[in-house]
């Protein structure tokens, strides 16, 4: 699981209060967090909001995608996707696209096809209500 560290989302004064509350990895976020009350029940433990939670959860989603580690997470973010809710809105083929343009920019190979449309089908069935 990547350390919270990695997520961009997360201010630092945030990041000592949650390494405080023993969550240090993206996974426990994602734990701590599963439902409504115990993202409330987060928030109120760090002096965050529910919506700071709710990103913070997007993005840590995002990371936990399988075979995603720090180049895929600099690719996503040269197109400008941040969060998992980011990739639930775009198309299977705008995805491709975003993220073939991004690997060009960044001047590194491109996620074969196979690879996106794994996270765009994780991306999807991690859809939250």
Known sequence: MPPLSQLQRVPPVYLERLDRQGIFTSGLLLEVSETPTRRQYLADQVGATT???DAW???AMLLNLARF???EQA???QAGITGISEV?????DELRARLSRAAQILGVERPDDLTVEGWWQQAHTLEEE
């Open 69 to 71: 580690g720090p180049r």
């Open 88 to 92: 639930q809105a775009l198309s299977l």
């Open 51 to 53: 919506v700071d939670v």
């Open 57 to 59: 959860r997007d993005e």
């Open 75 to 77: 690719i996503f973010a």
